[in-house]
């Protein structure tokens, strides 16, 4: 235990425990000292909680038992799995310690518990110091100037802060589309004319929010290309070329079909012709049709009446506008006299526009009247077809009975023949039927079985796909995780000192493995011993009792006969039973002995427990604890 109580106290005090030259066990550990070793070695397991630790005790007993409370849940929070609480730091136990420390010594970080032979002096401790702290503010969330507390400003400095304003960026390799060939002519614009990265936004400040928007837009849409081949795109059974095609032209079906919905003409608007020109270009223009071409070839009664309307007006306004022209005079007009007309007629156009509007609208709910009234007209009149021609055909099968009834017997002779002839044939059609069903109803079972087996396949194979798929992505990621995992150690190791040696852990372990062998080759040795020992005492045992069983024969037929050998029977009896009585004593005391060490070894333990002192630590806490009581309640009384 002394080779493990000074590996443990050196990786304290490279972890920033302040422990004396003169400690060199666990059991000379000091309530104080404990709590100070457990907080450094938290701190530089995880600074956020050790951080709000505290690594001296308070002189209040109720301020220490909540101390200890703390520790004892941050360590539990860690992962250690013994019997942790108050008492273990108040009121410390050899074991129980030793395993704490041993447990945060093994969770310290390898920086922290691996350099053996490197000097513990203030330097070091200084940037072990530096370093906890900056992995404290670190672990910090940032958070902007006007949200920050007092707490945080001291931690973060107020730097320069710019607004989140992105910008389009144009990139030469991108994420967003399918990777393909570029022509010559974007390579050379890629190559001369395309301005850095960093030229591109109006403010210099603005470059890493457009690099990080152009950055998550990337990511994003792979994923969603991911997500919807591997929901989508897999079962199509098609290539990532054809289903990108396919979808491409679904929605450009999709954009042609809403143009069209959207070039309809309506009564309400005034410039119907120009937009479905407007459409009518964007179309051709969409579709890669030619200009001579028309897209909105097809139309409706009402577009056409409204097409004529619509071209006949225009010649009676200009006709209208001739007649005034005509009537008004030339020369003798004033200016506001040509206003004033020309605001009465064009009240008066609007007037007739409104009038045409309204009977517009009059006209439109008459036509859709009548459509509703024809559709119905028209429905009636299939109704009316359907029951005429059922009645037809029973009038026709009523007319043929009819003129069969005059010659009744020989017409009955002659159906009664053609029932009999007609269902001979039907039997004879049943049967030929019947050959050639049989193996076409077994070929449509071989060809479903088919069937059935293939999808089957391909849906295993599709399973297998997508597992596939999902094995590669997790394989992706952890080789990921395990580049940048290399990456770290790499710098790691080339940021560690190359001088330093470790001959010193390596002496101990070489030591203390020495040490084990010694005990385990004296251990099987007397293993060995004992074994030969217990041997010799059964073999001797039962000669003894064989030597006896012989000798009682010999003796006992010769007592019968002389009075002499009856006494020394008596003596040879008396003699077994007195061996016999001392065997078992001597057992008796082997067992005594044992139970005698285990005792003194349980002795050692339990001073090792400190159980008496930690008895009278506890009574004068619980003295100091209703002092603090009795003076609360005094000053609370006063107050």
């Not at 910090?140 to 973060?156: A, D, G, S, V």
């Not at 225009?314 to 605001?343: F, G, R, V």
């Not at 004992?530 to 001797?540: A, M, R, V, Y």
């Not at 008796?588 to 002995?593: F, L």
Request: neutral net charge.
């Amino acid at each position: 235990m002394e080779e493990v109580d000074r590996i443990l106290i050196h990786s304290l005090r490279q972890a920033g425990t302040d422990i004396d030259e003169d400690v060199q066990r666990v059991k000379q550990f000091s309530s104080e000292l404990i709590v100070q070793a457990v907080v450094r070695c938290l701190r530089v397991i995880d600074p956020g909680v050790g951080s709000g630790l505290s690594p001296t005790l308070p002189p209040g007993m109720s301020a220490r038992f909540r101390v200890g409370m703390s520790l004892a849940q941050a360590c539990q929070d860690l992962g250690y799995k013994g019997e942790i609480g108050y008492q273990t730091f108040l009121y410390s136990n050899e074991p129980e310690i030793r395993s704490l420390l041993m447990f945060l010594v093994e969770k310290l970080p390898r920086e922290s518990a691996e350099v053996s032979d490197q000097p513990a002096g203030k330097s070091a401790l200084l940037q072990k110091a530096i370093a906890a702290q900056i992995k404290a503010q670190l672990a910090l969330p940032w958070l902007p100037p006007f949200c920050r507390l007092p707490l945080h400003r001291k931690t973060q400095s107020p730097g320069p802060c710019h607004n989140f304003r992105a910008q389009p960026l144009s990139l030469p390799y991108s994420l967003k589309g399918p990777a393909k060939k570029q022509s010559k002519e974007v390579k050379e614009y890629w190559r001369e004319y395309l301005l850095p990265v960093t030229s591109q936004p109006s403010q210099a400040t603005s470059v890493p929010a457009s690099l990080l928007e152009n950055h998550v837009s990337e990511l994003s849409a792979a994923q969603d290309w991911e997500n919807e081949w591997n929901s989508q795109g897999l079962l199509s059974r098609l290539t990532p070329e054809d289903y990108r095609s396919r979808k491409r032209m679904r929605l450009q079906k999709r954009i042609e079909e809403q143009l069209r919905a959207a070039a309809q003409p309506r009564p309400d608007t005034h410039n119907a012709t120009r937009s479905t020109s407007d459409l009518s270009e964007l179309l051709n223009s969409f579709a890669g049709a030619t200009a001579g071409g028309d897209v909105l070839t097809k139309g409706t009664r009402f577009t056409h009446s409204e097409k004529f309307t619509f071209t006949q007006e225009p010649e009676k306004a200009a006709q209208q506008m001739a007649a005034a022209a005509s009537a008004l005079p030339s020369s003798h007009q004033s200016e506001e006299d040509l206003k004033a007309q020309q605001e009465a007629e064009l009240s008066a156009i609007q007037q007739q526009l409104q009038q045409l509007s309204v009977q517009m609208e009059e006209v439109g709910g008459d036509i859709r009247q009548l459509t509703v009234s024809i559709h119905q007209v028209s429905d009636e009149l299939k109704q009316r077809e359907v029951r005429n021609s059922e009645k037809e055909s029973n009038i026709r099968v009523k007319k043929q009975t009819i003129d069969l009834l005059p010659d009744a017997e020989n017409n009955l002779i002659k159906l009664q023949s053609l029932v009999e002839a007609s269902s001979k044939r039907v039997v004879h059609l049943a049967s030929q039927w019947e050959k050639h069903r049989t193996p076409l109803i077994d070929e449509h079972r071989r060809l479903k079985e088919l069937c059935s087996n293939r999808e089957m396949e391909s849906s295993r194979k599709l399973s297998e796909i997508k597992d596939l798929h999902d094995k590669i992505r997790q394989s992706a990621e952890e080789a990921k995780k395990k580049e940048s995992l290399y990456k770290q150690l790499i710098t790691e190791y080339e940021t560690l000192p190359k001088d330093v040696s470790r001959s010193a852990y390596t002496m101990r372990i070489l030591e203390i493995v020495g040490n084990i062998k010694k005990q385990k080759e004296e251990i099987t040795k007397i293993l060995s011993d004992t074994k030969d020992l217990q041997k010799e005492i059964n073999g001797l045992t039962g000669k003894l009792d064989r030597t006896f069983a012989v000798t009682d024969e010999l003796v006992f037929k010769d007592a019968k006969k002389d009075e002499s050998v009856r006494k020394s029977y008596k003596y040879l009896a008396a003699l077994h039973e007195n061996c016999t009585q001392l065997i078992q004593t001597i057992e008796d005391t082997g067992s005594i002995m044992r139970e005698i060490r285990d005792l003194e070894e349980q002795i050692e333990t339990e001073n090792g427990k400190k159980t008496v002192s930690n008895l009278e630590k506890i009574l004068e806490d619980y003295k100091a604890i209703r002092q603090e009581n009795s003076a609360l309640a005094a000053k609370i009384r006063e107050g």
